[in-house]
């Protein structure tokens, strides 16, 4: 492969989204610092919901305003957030987030249950929003979730996930991701998914979001790696799941994505040891061992240097 990963780290977001202990906006802060002094390329900062039913989330517009003003802020970290909904931008568009994300899902079952709508219903919200996003100067990446199964439903139609794509490929945007809500994928079907993305669009920019439910979520990032994907969403510890399919499970683990790649040649500019770091602060906040393998292991690099 000759393009460079992007990471995106996302577990402020997705990671924190369903724990049930609320953690403190400093805390946040800490965290955020310690990824984005990790060389890492976004940091997910939270997500514009209503902070009644995700608590979690209700500090995320003082976040991204504190994050901001960091002065020793890595110039080359972009800030992103999650919005559901028109209200949700507008909040985004207040306090100066960089990307925004956004997105539908393509099975029946998993929209009703996670926003209350069909996903044409979903879709006919989302695309506008998207519009208005990119007239406004934001970075949009628009997400089709449940892409590869529904934990629910089972395989989704090829063709129903190519015409989310399309959707937003005619409204304008260029940056697309998959999203294995359900973590059904498996390598083959990732490399033919974004190969008919491919098809569609040749110049698109491809994002991927595995969860680790079933034990294929790295060996699916390599597969959409080959697949010419750029950007790679995961979660420190390997945090988070989505609490709206029928097996929730975390996120690929952003260390072992990181270890990963460093094994095969790539991104040695990110500081893996910073980015354990920070799991081991979130790990010691909740109280109980993450899922993250390097975090429990170590590196090979680390443990090959305390040989010599």
């Known amino acids: 492969?000759?393009?460079?990963?992007?990471?995106?780290?996302?577990?402020?977001?997705?990671?924190?989204?369903?724990?049930?202990?609320?953690?403190?906006?400093?805390?946040?802060?800490r965290w955020a610092e310690g990824l984005m002094a990790s060389g890492v390329d976004v940091v997910q900062l939270g997500s514009f919901v209503n902070p009644e039913k995700v608590p979690q989330m209700a500090d995320t517009d003082a976040l991204v305003r504190?994050?901001?003003?960091?002065?020793?802020?890595?110039?080359?970290?972009?800030?992103?957030?999650?919005?559901?909904?028109?209200?949700?931008?507008?909040?985004?568009l207040a306090c100066g987030v960089e990307l925004v994300c956004m997105g539908?899902?393509?099975?029946e079952t998993?929209?009703?249950?996670?926003?209350?709508?069909?996903?044409?219903?979903?879709q006919a919200r989302i695309v506008p929003m998207a519009r208005r996003a990119l007239a406004e100067g934001l970075a949009v990446q628009a997400s089709v979730q449940s892409a590869f199964g529904c934990g629910f439903e089972g395989a989704i139609p090829r063709q129903r996930v190519l015409e989310l794509v399309k959707a937003y490929l005619d409204a304008g945007v260029r940056q697309v991701s998959l999203a294995d809500t359900a973590g059904h994928a498996h390598p083959l079907q990732v490399e033919e998914l974004?190969?008919?993305?491919?098809?569609?669009?040749?110049?698109?920019?491809?994002?991927?979001?595995?969860?680790?439910?079933?034990?294929?979520?790295l060996a699916n990032c390599v597969a959409a790696w080959r697949a010419g994907v750029v950007s790679f969403?995961?979660?420190?510890?390997?945090?988070?799941?989505c609490p709206f399919t029928r097996v929730p499970a975390g996120n690929v683990c952003t260390e072992d994505l990181v270890h990963s790649f460093q094994r095969m040649g790539v991104r040695g500019d990110i500081d893996l040891?910073?980015?354990?770091?920070?799991?081991?602060?979130?790990?010691?906040?909740?109280?109980?061992?993450l899922p993250g393998l390097v975090l429990k292991a170590g590196s090979i690099a680390a443990f090959a240097g305390a040989q010599r």
């Open 110 to 122: 998993h929209s009703r249950k996670n926003t209350g709508m069909t996903p044409a219903e979903a």
């Open 104 to 107: 539908v899902s393509a099975s």
């Open 194 to 217: 974004y190969g008919a993305i491919r098809q569609l669009e040749p110049e698109v920019e491809l994002a991927c979001h595995f969860h680790n439910t079933y034990g294929l979520g």
């Open 233 to 241: 969403e995961a979660a420190f510890g390997g945090l988070g799941g």
């Open 66 to 92: 504190r994050v901001r003003e960091l002065p020793g802020r890595p110039p080359g970290v972009r800030l992103s957030a999650l919005v559901l909904n028109e209200k949700g931008l507008e909040r985004a």
């Open 1 to 29: 492969m000759t393009h460079t990963p992007r990471i995106h780290e996302v577990g402020l977001r997705d990671g924190l989204q369903v724990e049930k202990t609320v953690v403190p906006l400093e805390e946040k802060l």
């Open 273 to 289: 040891e910073r980015l354990l770091e920070v799991a081991r602060q979130v790990q010691t906040f909740l109280g109980r061992e």
